[in-house]
C-alpha cells in the first residue's frame, strides 16, 4: 500500500520490481492509468487513495473512509484504551481499520468527532495554520460574565505550554450557557480557561469543526459517512453570522 504521496514512476518500479527505464517505457505505451485516466507523465504524483492500471490490472486502490460521530460522556477519543470503551468501538468492526482521530474530546465531552484514514485530510483540519473553527456549548457551575467574554477574546497564558491562547469567542446564551468558537485545541483548553474563573464546566458539547455540522438526526453514540460537500470544504471557517473572533 501506499503510505503518503509518492511519485508514479517510483512506485509502479518498485511495484513490479522493474527498473525506471522499462517503467518509462510502460508508460510511453499508454499501459498505464490512474484513476481511470491513461498517465503517461513519470512525475505524476500518486496517493494511497489513487486507482493504479497496469494493463488493466488493478495495483492499488484504498478506500478514503471520513466518518462523523456523536460521541457520548464516558467514552474515550482514542483508538484504543486498557480501561474504557473507545470511540472505535462504536464502529462496526469493518469500518475500524486505519481510522484515526481528527482531535479529541475529553472522556466527559459530547457531540461532533470525525474519524478519516486520509492523514491529508485530517492534517488539513487540524494545522494551526489553517485556523480551523471548533464550536462548542458549555453549561456552566456559576453565571458566566462579561469579564470572561473579554479574556476569552484576549486570549489567556497557559504557563504549563508558555503559550498565550488565540482569540476565541465566547457567546453568553443565559445565565450558565454559552457558546464558545476556538481556533485551537489545547488540552483541557475550555475548561482550564473557565477555570481562572472558578466556574466549573458541567457540559461540554463540539456542534461543528469548520464547516462540518454535528448532524441533529444523530443521537448519541451514532455515526455516518460525510457527504461530498462536507469532505471538500472542511477548512472553511463557518462563524454565525455577525460574529467574529475578535472583540469590537
Ligand atoms: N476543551 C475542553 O476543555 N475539553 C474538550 O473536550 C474540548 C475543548
Not at 484504543?80 to 486505519?98: A, F, G, I, M
Not at 479529541?104 to 494551526?128: A, E, F, H, I, K
Not at 476556538?182 to 481562572?196: A, D, P
Amino acid at each position: 500500500m501506499i503510505t503518503s504521496r509518492t511519485r508514479l514512476d517510483r512506485y509502479l518500479s518498485s511495484q513490479l520490481k522493474i527498473n525506471r527505464r522499462d517503467v518509462r517505457l510502460m508508460l510511453a505505451q499508454a499501459r498505464v492509468r490512474v484513476d481511470q485516466q491513461p498517465a503517461t507523465e513519470i512525475h505524476q504524483v500518486i496517493d494511497r487513495f489513487s486507482r493504479v492500471e497496469v494493463d488493466g490490472e488493478l495495483l492499488s486502490a484504498a478506500r478514503p473512509v471520513y466518518i462523523m460521530l456523536n460521541k457520548p460522556a464516558g467514552i474515550v477519543s482514542a483508538t484504543s484504551d486498557e480501561q474504557h470503551r473507545t470511540v472505535l468501538e462504536l464502529l462496526p468492526k469493518h469500518l475500524r481499520e486505519n481510522l484515526h482521530l481528527v482531535g479529541r474530546l475529553d472522556y466527559n465531552s459530547t457531540g461532533l468527532v470525525l474519524l478519516t484514514n486520509d492523514g491529508q485530510w485530517s492534517r488539513t483540519l487540524t494545522l494551526p495554520e489553517t485556523k480551523v473553527s471548533k464550536r462548542y456549548r458549555v453549561h456552566m457551575a456559576k453565571p458566566i460574565t462579561e469579564h470572561c467574554v473579554r479574556a476569552f477574546a484576549e486570549g489567556m497564558y497557559f504557563p504549563y505550554e508558555g503559550i498565550t491562547t488565540r482569540p476565541a469567542k465566547l457567546s453568553i446564551l443565559s445565565s450558565h450557557e454559552a457558546e464558545v468558537i476556538l481556533e485551537e485545541g489545547r488540552y483541557h483548553q475550555i475548561k482550564r480557561m473557565f477555570g481562572r474563573f472558578q466556574n466549573e464546566v458541567l457540559e461540554l458539547h463540539r456542534e461543528a469543526v469548520g464547516a462540518i455540522e454535528l448532524d441533529p438526526g444523530l443521537s448519541a453514540g451514532q455515526w455516518r459517512f460525510l457527504n461530498e460537500d462536507e469532505i471538500r470544504m472542511p477548512g472553511i471557517l463557518m462563524l454565525k453570522p455577525g460574529a467574529s473572533l475578535t472583540t469590537t
